[in-house]
């Protein structure tokens, strides 16, 4: 087998091969190039499962908590609120000595003040009993988190964070491609024969805070065939010959927010590597993974001019060159 471009790939050149491969098209799979651009393809995903996978530990070493899901939020706030603008002008209109309603609105302002009044006496007067309220679903909730943090298994155990090819894992990809009526990228098709699917969403109070000002960008690249489920239906009834495939949400919905369109990929891509659609540096997917391990699996910190750099450091150390 003719290995030119796995032979520069293993002597450092990583980038360079990736974009020469990607540069020939669907030429790659011609007899003259294929099984060397397999082999390519397969040692960058290699590598990319020991990064994802030293990552992860790493992360549950520094306390990361993983999750898919925003934080519960309080479900009663009790504070008695300084009275708006908007209220005291219409207590100033409404509660004037002598006044008469006369229309239908002064009639519904008036009962509204009422009800106002009543409700925040109501709640003054029994102000100690809601406090109690509000600090026993905090305690609850904070026992619920706890309890559930210490039943999951190891981060690199738990398939919401992690989860490797099963055996079958060709076989189900050659079922896809024949539905698909066409290839995968070989980058996004060796992915998911190395590596899997995986999830860094969660909190750190460094690398990914709460309500932070940065949107870290944690990697996440989902599932194949559970991702064109969702998508398409359990039948992968396709819409037409070309499918753009949501693979990870964008970086403003890994923070729990409303965000934009989901990163994905143009389906069938007979080429070595194709876009991955959505995502700010508009680049292929093999140059996104590489990328995120520039960054500790947390690309979105490369905008920040403040970043938590003693644990992206710490993220990076030893990882493998893609």
């Known amino acids: 087998m003719t290995r030119v471009f796995l032979d520069r790939y293993l002597s450092g050149q990583c980038r360079e091969v990736w974009h020469d491969l990607t540069k020939l098209g669907p030429a790659v799979r011609e007899e003259a190039y294929r099984n060397d651009v397999l082999a390519v ?8 499962r020991h990064n994802v996978e030293l990552i992860v530990v790493k992360l549950e070493k520094l306390g990361y908590r993983f999750t898919q899901e925003a934080d519960t939020p309080e479900r009663i706030n009790f504070a008695i609120a300084p009275e708006s603008h908007a209220l005291k002008a219409i207590r100033e209109k409404y509660s ?5 309603a006369k229309s239908e609105h002064d ?16 709640m003054t007067k029994h102000s100690d009993f809601l406090a109690k309220v509000v ?3 905090r305690d609850r909730e904070e026992k619920k988190t706890k309890t559930n943090q210490a039943d999951r298994p190891p981060a690199l155990k738990d398939p919401e964070i992690f989860s490797p090819p099963k055996s079958n894992a060709t076989k189900d990809l050659d079922r896809f491609e024949k539905k698909l009526g066409g290839p995968l990228p070989i980058s996004l098709r060796c992915w998911y024969e190395q590596v899997g699917a995986v999830n860094l969403m969660g909190y750190h109070e460094a690398l990914n805070p709460k309500g932070g000002r940065e949107s870290p960008d944690p990697l996440v690249i989902d599932p194949l065939i559970e991702a064109a489920e969702a998508w398409f239906g359990k039948d992968l009834e396709f819409d037409s010959d070309e499918i753009e495939l949501p693979l990870a949400p964008d970086d403003v919905s ?45 690309p979105g910190w490369e905008r920040a001019t ?14 493998l060159p893609i």
Request: charged share 30%; net charge neutral.
């Open 306 to 319: 403040s970043r938590p750099e003693k644990e992206l450091d710490y993220l990076r150390e030893n990882l």
């Open 96 to 100: 004037q000595p002598g006044f008469v």
């Open 135 to 137: 600090a026993a679903v």
């Open 41 to 48: 393809g397969a040692e960058t995903m290699k590598r990319a």
């Open 107 to 122: 009639k519904a302002m008036v009962a509204r003040l009422k009800r106002i009044e009543a409700t925040t006496q109501l």
């Open 254 to 298: 890994k923070a729990f927010e409303s965000g934009g369109d989901p990163y994905a990929m143009k389906l069938p891509d007979a080429a070595a590597d194709g876009l991955f659609l959505n995502e700010r540096h508009e680049t292929t997917f093999a140059e996104y993974l590489r990328i995120a391990f520039q960054w500790g699996g947390f």
